[in-house]
């Protein structure tokens, strides 16, 4: 039974497209992040939620939009997709106090 | 703010040696936690160990040994007869001791096994 699960895991789609990817955790943690890797690998945080709640908004462009529905579902959507939102997106869970994250096996988003 | 600094980019080794992957951080808190994890070729994130700070004893796995020293900021790890399967991009990390703390890592260094 696979901790954190993202779907869809590859993702091809036009410029100017709305899309989205969805994780669910079952690890009964209060905390869910989106993180963004690079072509060269740098792994930059965009959203922290804290049981549904948004903590952190780390200075991305509003097409990308966040819902958490529960505190075991963290959705990403993205609006009017660009060249440069070509990347592979990362949902990760993290229970209380100094404990690990708990990672997806990535969504690899391709706009072309 | 945090920082995490792996400077080596790029490391190839021949199986059977030994390697060290460097991590420096920065933080003005005193309570904070360090990581590792490991990507491989296949992509997941895989988390390997956990630090606290106040906790700067060595840690031996297997073949893996990570080395804590506040007074240079290091959290460094070392693979011990490497392996062709250790190839793989590993990731040093960092987060604060607050309850919403995010994990901020470092660029990674990519290790690359021969036979």
């Known amino acids: 039974d696979t901790a954190v699960s993202q779907t869809p895991k590859y993702l091809v789609t036009q410029m100017g497209n709305d899309k989205s990817i969805k994780c669910e955790q079952n690890?009964?943690?209060?905390?869910m992040y989106w993180y963004k890797q690079d072509s060269k690998k740098f792994l930059k945080i965009m959203f922290s939620?804290?049981?549904?709640?948004?903590?952190i908004n780390e200075t991305v462009p509003n097409r990308f939009s966040p819902k958490s529905p529960d505190k075991a579902h963290l959705n990403l959507h993205i609006n009017s997709l660009e060249l440069g939102d070509s990347a592979v997106y990362f949902c990760?869970?993290?229970?209380?106090?100094?404990?690990?994250?708990?990672f997806g096996q990535g969504t690899r988003l391709t706009v072309v | 703010a945090q920082k995490v600094t792996q400077a080596q980019t790029e490391i190839s080794v021949v199986e059977k040696e030994d390697v060290t992957l460097d991590c420096v951080y920065e933080?003005?808190?005193?309570?904070?936690?360090l990581f590792w994890y490991k990507q491989p070729p296949s992509g997941e994130l895989v988390f390997l160990i956990r630090?606290?700070?106040?906790?700067?004893q060595n840690e031996i796995s297997g073949r893996y040994s990570w080395n804590f020293q506040k007074s240079t900021s290091s959290f460094n790890f070392t693979i011990t007869a490497s392996q062709v399967v250790d190839s793989a991009v590993y990731f040093c990390?960092?987060?604060?001791?607050?309850?919403?703390?995010?994990?901020?890592f470092g660029k990674g260094t990519m290790l690359l096994v021969s036979p």
């Open positions: 990760a869970s993290r229970g209380q106090g100094p404990a690990e994250a708990f």
């Open positions: 933080t003005r808190d005193t309570t904070y936690y």
């Open positions: 630090r606290n700070s106040f906790d700067e």
């Open positions: 939620y804290n049981n549904k709640e948004l903590i």
């Open positions: 690890l009964g943690h209060d905390t």
């Open positions: 990390a960092l987060s604060l001791n607050s309850g919403y703390s995010t994990l901020t």
